[in-house]
C-alpha cells in the first residue's frame, strides 16, 4: 500500500463521481442480500448478454485508464528506471493484495474441528484486483513508451488477436463454451484446478488470464478519452464527439454480437466496445452536468467513493468475507441473519435483498466519509 497523505490533491469532479458511481455499484452487486434473489439487472448475465451489473468492472478499468492520462505527463519525465520501479512496485502490491483478499481469512475450521491454515494450494490466484493490477502494468508501459494512435493500433490487434485465440485454441464447434474455450484451458493448464474461481456452475474464472488481453482496452480506451478532454476542454463540442464515438461503438458492437456475442465472463470484443462506448456516453454526460451546467446534486456523495477507491473495494470484500464466516445460530451467519431475519420481514424477496445490498454499501460510504473527513487518502 502506497503512503497515506493528508494533502487534497485537485481532481478531476466528473472522474471522481465517474469512479464514485463505479464503486457504489460494485458494492451492491457484490453483497446482495440472502434470502430472495437481487433483481435480474443487478446480476451479471450466466453467460451470453449484459446487464447492467456487467458494466461495473470494465467501468472501473476505464476509470483508472481515465485517471492515468492525468498521471502520465509527469510519469513521462522519470527516467526509465524510476519508471519500472514505480510500476512494478504498484503492480505487485495491488495482485498481492487481490491475492491475500481471496486467501483470507487465512485459517478455517477442518472436519475435526481444530482450525488450520488455507491451503495455498486452495487459493485462487487470478481475480479482480489481479486484473486490475496487469491492466495498469500493461497501460503504463503503453503509453510510456507509445503514442495514443499506437496504442489504438495495438487496441485492434489485442481484440481481433483474442477473437483468433478462442477460435484457435478452443475446442472446435465449442469455443465459446465455458468449460472448452481457449481462457479455460490456458488457466487450468498454467494454474491448475486448485487455483481458479470455483463459484460458477463449473470451475472458470471470469478474471483468467488470457482474457485479460481485452481487458487491457477498456484501460487503453479511458486513457484515450482523459486524454482528448484535456485538450478540448469540457466544451459542448467535446461533450458532441464523446457522445458520438460511444453510439458508435456500442452500434459496431451490437454488429459483432452476431458473430462474437457479448460475454463479460470471457471479456470478448464486442462486451470491450460495447462498455467502452457506453463508459464515454456516461463520461460526456456527466461532464455536462457536472463541469458545463455545475449541477452539483449527489456529487459529494459520489466523490466520497471516488477519493478512495480501492481502499473501500478491499475494505467491503473483506468485512462482507468476516461477516460471512461469523454464525449466529446454527443455520445463519450474522450477515444472513440480518438480511433474513431482519430487513426479509420488512421488505420481503427482491426489495429486501436490495436493501441489505444498500444498506452495505451506506455502511462502506460511511467509511469513506471518515477518511474524507480526516482527509486522509489511500493510494494502492
Not at 477460435?167 to 488457466?187: C, H, I, K, S
Amino acid at each position: 500500500m502506497g503512503a497515506i497523505s493528508n494533502q487534497n490533491s485537485n481532481r478531476f469532479l466528473s472522474l471522481d463521481v465517474f469512479r464514485g458511481l463505479t464503486i457504489c455499484l460494485m458494492i451492491v452487486v457484490n453483497t446482495p442480500g440472502t434470502g430472495a434473489h437481487l433483481y435480474p439487472y443487478l446480476v451479471h448475465a450466466e453467460w451470453f448478454g449484459f446487464t447492467l451489473a456487467d458494466l461495473v468492472f470494465p467501468s472501473f478499468l476505464f476509470a483508472m485508464g481515465n485517471a492515468m492520462s492525468f498521471s502520465m505527463g509527469k510519469m513521462k519525465e522519470m527516467a526509465s528506471d524510476v519508471f519500472w520501479k514505480k510500476v512494478i512496485k504498484r503492480t505487485l502490491i495491488m495482485f498481492l493484495l487481490g491475492y491475500l483478499m481471496y486467501w483470507f481469512p487465512f485459517f478455517r475450521q477442518g472436519i475435526d474441528g481444530i482450525w488450520e491454515l488455507k491451503p495455498f494450494a486452495e487459493t485462487r490466484v487470478m481475480g479482480v484486483l489481479q486484473r486490475i493490477a496487469l491492466c495498469y502494468l500493461f497501460a503504463s508501459v503503453i503509453f510510456y513508451y507509445l503514442s495514443e494512435k499506437a496504442a489504438i493500433v495495438l487496441s485492434v490487434i489485442f481484440l481481433l488477436g483474442y477473437w483468433a485465440i478462442l477460435y484457435l485454441f478452443g475446442q472446435p464447434g465449442a469455443e465459446l463454451e465455458m468449460a472448452t474455450n481457449a481462457v479455460t484451458r490456458m488457466d487450468l493448464s498454467i494454474l491448475g484446478n486448485g487455483h481458479i474461481y470455483k463459484r460458477d456452475s463449473m470451475p472458470f474464472d471470469p478474471e483468467g488470464i488470457l482474457s485479460t488481453l481485452p481487458s487491457i482496452v477498456n484501460v487503453i480506451a479511458g486513457f484515450i478519452a482523459g486524454a482528448f478532454i484535456q485538450r478540448i476542454g469540457k466544451t459542448f463540442e467535446g461533450i458532441a464527439k464523446l457522445l458520438l464515438v460511444g453510439f458508435l461503438l456500442m452500434a459496431l458492437a451490437r454488429w459483432w454480437d452476431l458473430v462474437f456475442p457479448i460475454c463479460k465472463k470471457l471479456w470478448t470484443g464486442s462486451f470491450v466496445l460495447y462498455t467502452v462506448g457506453i463508459d464515454l456516453s456516461i463520461m460526456a454526460v456527466l461532464i455536462y452536468l457536472i463541469e458545463l451546467k455545475q449541477k452539483h446534486f449527489g456529487v459529494e456523495f459520489c466523490t466520497i467513493f471516488g477519493k478512495n477507491p480501492m481502499f473501500i473495494y478491499l475494505f467491503s470484500e473483506l468485512f462482507f468475507t468476516l461477516l460471512r464466516i461469523i454464525p449466529v445460530n446454527s443455520e445463519q451467519d450474522v450477515f444472513e441473519w440480518f438480511s433474513e431475519s431482519v430487513i426479509q420481514t420488512v421488505f420481503p424477496g427482491s426489495l429486501g435483498s436490495f436493501v441489505t445490498a444498500i444498506l452495505f454499501m451506506l455502511l462502506c460510504w460511511s467509511i469513506g466519509w471518515w477518511l474524507n473527513k480526516k482527509r486522509i487518502y489511500i493510494r494502492i
